[in-house]
C-alpha cells in the first residue's frame, strides 16, 4: 500500500507518516519544509517520496495531484493545517485567507481529486484532520473553528454518498482535542489543559481509519466533553468556550 500526508514534516502528520511505515507502507511526505521532510524519512523504514510544497495554492494541489496521481495511493491524508488566536476583528485578514485556503481548499481540492479516483476503483482511505474544534464556534479563534467545521461536515457528506452507493472507498474525519504539536506555536497559543500525546493519536487515528469509522475523537474525555455539549444551550456553550480561550494567550 501506499499513503500520501500532507502536513508531514512534523507533530500528526510525521507521527502518522511514522505509524503506517511501521505497518509496511510506503509514502509520499508533502509539506513546506524541505529539510524537515528530509529528516523524517532518514527515520522511516519503507521506501519514502518527498514533495516539497504549499499546499493553500490551488495550482500546488493540482500539480501535486498530477505528480502523483499515477503512483496507485491507497491512501489520502489530508493533514496541513494551521490556527490563528485573536479577536475576529483584530486579526490579520491575509493570514485567515491563507488559514481558508489551506484548511479548507487544499482539503476540499485534493479529498475531489483523489476521491473521484478511489471510487473508480472502489478502494481506498481518506482521512480528513479536523478537531474538536469543529464541534462548536471558537471565539477568539473563530476562523480555525470555523475551517474546521468544514472538514468535519464535507467528510460526514461524502461518508453518506459513498454509503449510498455501497462502496468500499473509506473516508474519517480526525476530531482531536489539543495535541502536544507546533500548533501552538504557530497559532500564538498555549492549551489551557494537558495535550494528547501526538504519537498515541496518530496511532489511534490511523486504526480506526482501516475499521472505516467515521469521526475519530481520541481520548475519554474529549468524548465526554462531545457528547455533553449536545445537551448544553447554544449562548452558555459560547461564553464556556471564550472563558477557555482566554486562557490560551500565548
Known sequence: MKALITGASSGLGADMARVLSDMGIDLILVARRKTRLAKLKSE?????EVIPMDISSTFNCMDLYNQ???KNIDILINNAGFGIFGEFSQTSLD????LIDTNIKGVHILTKLFLNDFTKLNRGYILNVASSAAFQAGP???SYYASKAYVLRLSEAIYEELRQIKSNVGISVLCPGPVDTEFNKV???NFSVKPMESKMVAEYAIKQMFKKKLVII????MKA????AKFAPKKLLLRIDYHIQTKKEG
Do not use: F, N, S
Open 44 to 48: 522511516l523504514k519503507t521506501d519514502v
Open 68 to 70: 502523483v496521481k499515477d
Open 95 to 98: 493570514k485567515e485567507l491563507d
Open 140 to 142: 477568539l479563534m473563530a
Open 187 to 189: 497559532a500564538k497559543v
Open 218 to 221: 481520541p481520548g475519554v474525555a
Open 225 to 228: 466533553a462531545y457528547y455533553g
